[in-house]
């Protein structure tokens, strides 16, 4: 036994020795080394006393716990000595090891730390659910009230009875619980404009405007006034609306009334202008929401911010679909020339149910007619999108008129251009949508006669052969009057085809000195 535990006492001294190191870092923890001197000097007796029964295994633990024990009573005495119990004899000598400590202190104090918040986590969760009892407990009460307040004190529980004795159909407490209602907040929009609609369920209009008048001017202010102008005819309540004023500027929550008054929801039917002065105020509303007072004519904020949403929306589906030059200008023209005429054909940016012009200021105004076409967005039938006028060269100014399917006339718009401009520019138009029949490739002869033909358009030609360099003119005379479109007249409308000439490069100048995209024209039959 002795023989094997000196074989192996030095590696266990080395082990104890670290050990004992390690314990009095920890000492700040507690007596680590002391508890350990007495556990490995209670296992080394009894090992002692069973040393006979044990096996050659148990020697080397018996040896192993008598370094341990050794190692660790020094450590102990020399604490003991120093009186460094409470920081380990290594904290006094090496600054590192007392650094080492204070972080271990500060784990020690951060755990205090998250005891004490979890005690108060733990009270505040107390008063939540005590607060939650009461919710719940108010809850109930309204729930056997049938959501009534029994004894309202505020506005807002004012206006909720209101709300909730109206739709229980208690018409007479919802009155009174309205008129209470704005007594204590008589600025705010919500609580009059429910009120209002709740008169003209049981008034009427008429009626409701009586019964409100003395009412508001009680309570005379911005939210009096806007209720007061809903109580009017759909088509006085804008020029109403515009008139609420503070400092001679209308009050943020106006100005998306105002947009309300055009839009589709309210109108059914929308215009163009329409469109166009409900983007303007909702703009004008976007722009100072976030700048002048909002909020405060609201007792509802829910209500306030569902504005806000629905106005973004509705801007945006607006600037989506509609362009600024559309709003201002519903109706786009294109030209078409005939040998003795000038069809103008009308495009609306609007429905419509019948168009009318004019040529002169003081005549009247026309119908173009009826297409034996059922328009589906009306379901009826289609005005006739044209007005003929005499073949000119000079300026053309009429004016154009249209008929809303509600009955509105929008208009009139004046329509001025110049008809040989207008016919040069819808000539080059048509040459670039079909190039293909610019020139015809024969057996004997190359053509040039639709080319010459809208000549209008034209102001050089040039051709080359296969994969000549050079360019070749083709002789062309530049029409200056519309009288003379679509004739080739005298002049030159074909060249001969050389014989090995299987493919000819084209390429137009137009009246306004762009040049066309080179064309390849090939022989028929040709590959």
Request: proline fraction near 4%; aromatic fraction near 10%.
């Amino acid at each position: 036994m002795q023989a094997s535990i000196q074989k192996y006492m030095p590696a266990f001294v080395a082990i104890g020795s670290i050990g004992g190191f390690i314990g009095d870092v920890l000492q700040p923890l507690g007596p680590v080394l002391l508890y350990s001197a007495i556990f490995s000097g209670a296992a080394v007796l009894i090992l002692w006393i069973l040393r006979k029964r044990l096996s050659e295994k148990f020697h080397l633990a018996f040896g192993f716990l008598m370094a341990w024990l050794f190692c660790s009573s020094i450590f102990v005495g020399v604490q003991w000595m120093f009186d460094s119990n409470e920081s380990g004899m290594f904290a006094e000598i090496v600054p590192g090891i007392a650094s080492l400590q204070d972080r271990l202190g500060l784990v020690e104090v951060s755990l205090g730390q998250i005891e004490d918040q979890t005690n108060e986590i733990n009270a505040t969760t107390a008063r939540i659910e005590s607060s939650v009892n009461r919710v719940e407990e108010g809850i109930s009460q309204l729930g056997q009230a049938g959501g009534i307040i029994s004894d309202p004190q505020t506005a807002a529980q004012w206006y909720s009875n209101a709300r909730m004795y109206e739709l229980k159909g208690d018409f007479a407490n919802a009155r009174r619980a309205y008129l209470q209602c704005l007594a204590q907040m008589p600025d705010k929009i919500d609580a009059h404009l429910s009120f209002v609609d709740f008169l003209k369920m049981q008034e009427g209009r008429v009626g409701a405007r009586e019964v409100y008048l003395p009412i508001a001017r009680r309570h005379s202010g911005v939210a009096a006034d806007i209720a007061l102008a809903m109580l009017l005819p759909a088509d006085k309540q804008v020029a109403a609306l515009e008139s609420i004023q503070i400092d001679g500027v209308i009050p943020v929550p106006v100005l998306f009334l105002l947009a309300d008054r055009f839009s589709e929801d309210r109108l059914g039917f929308q215009t163009l202008e329409d469109k166009a002065s409900e983007r303007s105020w909702l703009e004008r509303f976007l722009e100072d929401v976030e700048l002048r007072p909002y909020l405060r004519y609201f007792a509802d904020q829910s209500l306030a911010a569902e504005w806000s949403q629905t106005a973004s929306s509705r801007f945006a589906t607006l600037e989506a679909t509609t362009s600024s030059s559309t709003l201002v200008m519903p109706v786009q023209l294109a030209i078409n020339i005939s040998n003795d005429s000038i069809m103008v054909n009308l495009s609306l940016a609007d429905l419509a149910v019948d168009i009318q012009w004019r040529d002169t200021v003081d005549g009247e105004f026309v119908s173009t007619g009826l297409m034996d076409y059922i328009d589906p967005d009306t379901g009826r039938k289609m005005p006739y999108p044209q007005v003929q006028i005499p073949l000119q060269d000079g300026d053309v100014h009429f004016e154009v008129q249209y008929t809303t399917p509600d009955g509105r006339v929008m208009g009139p718009y004046d329509i001025s251009f110049n008809a040989l401009e207008s016919g040069r520019a819808r000539m080059k138009e048509l040459l670039e949508r079909f190039w293909t029949s610019w020139v015809d490739v024969g057996q004997n002869q190359i053509w040039f006669s639709h080319l010459i033909g809208n000549r209008l358009g034209i102001k050089s030609i040039r051709y080359k052969f296969n994969d000549d360099e050079e360019w070749s003119a083709f002789p062309v005379e530049p029409a200056n009057s519309l009288h003379h479109v679509y004739s080739t007249g005298d002049f030159q409308t074909s060249i001969p085809r050389p014989i090995d000439v299987e493919r000819i490069l084209v390429q137009v100048e137009y009246y306004d000195g762009q040049w066309s995209t080179v064309r390849e024209f090939r022989r028929k039959g040709a590959r």
